[in-house]
T-cell receptor, first 112, second 112 residues
Framework: QKEVEQNSGPLSVPEGAIASLNCTYS??????FFWYRQYSGKSPELIMF????GDKEDGRFTAQLNKASQYVSLLIRDSQPSDSATYLC????????????FGTGTKLQVIP | DARVTQTPRHKVTEMGQEVTMRCQPI?????VFWYRQTMMQGLELLAY????????DSGMPKDRFSAEMPDATLATLKIQPSEPRDSAVYFC??????????FGDGTRLSIL
């Protein structure tokens, strides 16, 4: 089992819809969770982080964490074509100081 | 905005040549990471440093790769001798105890 798993996609959603991206992790001791957005040919860009169970909202983005079920998700409301990118889930490794493990990413396509 | 600075942005060289990639972390960040990204493997952690000391370089081929932090403002990743399979995008990221990692723009390396 991979430490951090994501569906590679592509996930296609129409413009204006809600995009839901999911990530599961294997280490129950994980405490910190991050979402990065990566446009083609560019570097990963941090868009959200969450440390506590529940929801965290920032603009059109909501991160959701459920430690009991070991999953973290990212919701993008009112999806725009500019949201089309690969979204990487990252989980901080317990005891690894700031070391994180990245998932392989989910490619999101927002169709105009 | 504070940024991680990587040089060079692009490098094309012949196999067998030495390659040196440089990274200037964000001022005040005490942890520096080197990643390699390919289509096949995704984002792989090669090595990381805390307060200039190497914490983990288990992801790095030791026979040809070396990573150092001569001072707090400079991290280097060297490949000697380079091979075509080293062709990838190499990212540097920096962070702090309570700060998520932020990535540089990367070095796109092609070994012919």
């Amino acid at each position: 089992q991979k430490e951090v798993e994501q569906n590679s996609g592509p996930l296609s959603v129409p413009e204006g819809a809600i995009a839901s991206l999911n990530c599961t992790y294997s280490d129950r001791g994980s405490q910190s969770f991050f979402w990065y957005r990566q446009y083609s040919g560019k570097s990963p860009e941090l868009i959200m982080f969450i440390y506590s169970n529940g929801d965290k909202e920032d603009g059109r983005f909501t991160a959701q964490l459920n430690k009991a079920s070991q999953y973290v998700s990212l919701l993008i409301r009112d999806s725009q074509p500019s949201d089309s990118a690969t979204y990487l889930c990252a989980v901080r490794v317990p005891g690894g100081y700031q070391k994180v493990t990245f998932g392989t990413g989910t490619k999101l396509q927002v169709i105009p | 905005d504070a940024r991680v600075t990587q040089t060079p942005r692009h490098k094309v060289t012949e196999m067998g040549q030495e390659v040196t990639m440089r990274c200037q972390p964000i001022l005040g960040h005490n942890t520096v990471f080197w990643y390699r990204q390919t289509m096949m493997q995704g984002l792989e952690l090669l090595a990381y440093f805390r307060n200039r000391a190497p914490l983990d370089d288990s992801g790095m081929p030791k026979d040809r790769f070396s990573a150092e932090m001569p001072d707090a403002t400079l991290a280097t990743l060297k490949i000697q001798p380079s091979e075509p399979r080293d062709s990838a995008v190499y990212f540097c990221a920096s962070g702090n105890a309570d700060q998520p990692q932020h990535f540089g723009d990367g070095t796109r390396l092609s070994i012919l």
